[in-house]
């Protein structure tokens, strides 16, 4: 949500997209800069949060309503809700945190790796991609795109449609289970 004299508000943001996860029962989502939303630590969405602020005044309050929102997200990863995250292996090593807070992020996925109800792929670095934006799909009816000028959302059916066989291919690009989990902890910085 973009303000006058350049600034956002992040708090009314991720509680927006908190509600639609609650009144969601199966989310497809692809990442391909950062760890998604639902997976991050309170020290790497600190980070990514913080770096908000080379873009755009943010306070010190808004980013911490900010990252107790986000990570209200990961209650709800409670195997009754279906969550099919696709990631980058870009998305595991961008430096937007020292070593100490990417060894947590990316342990913290690995054992994300495991929780009832998520499946994590990860496509490999090297491998050429047709998307450049972060999406997420929420019950196969609304796709909200990750955009610099903020999320856009979008609702037309034929539209929802390309996403769903643009995740679909996303997919069969990915490594899944003993496959990426050797990848992600190969990604651990030592």
């Known amino acids: 949500m973009e303000l006058a004299a350049g600034t956002v508000e992040l708090v009314p943001l991720q509680s927006g997209f908190l509600e639609l996860l609650r009144s969601a029962n ?49 209650e709800l990863i409670d195997g009754e809700r279906q969550f099919e995250i696709i990631l980058t292996e870009h998305a595991l090593t961008a430096p937007f945190a020292d070593e100490d807070v990417m060894r947590g992020q990316l342990a913290h996925l690995l054992e994300c790796l495991d929780l009832p109800g998520m499946t994590i792929g990860v496509i490999p670095q090297g491998t050429v991609l047709s998307q450049p934006w972060a999406f997420m799909l929420t019950n196969a009816v609304r796709v909200d795109l990750d955009q610099y000028g903020g999320p856009l959302t979008v609702t037309d059916p034929a539209e929802v449609a390309r996403f769903r066989g643009l995740f679909a291919e996303l997919r069969g690009l990915a490594v899944f289970g003993d496959a990426a989990r050797t990848l992600i902890a190969s990604r651990m910085p030592a």
């Open 26 to 74: 199966h989310i497809q989502a692809f990442e391909n800069t950062i760890v998604q939303g639902a997976l991050q630590t309170e020290a790497y969405a600190r980070a990514v949060f913080e770096g908000v602020r080379g873009l755009y005044p943010v306070s010190a309050d808004d980013i911490d309503a900010a990252i107790k929102a986000r990570l209200a997200r990961r």
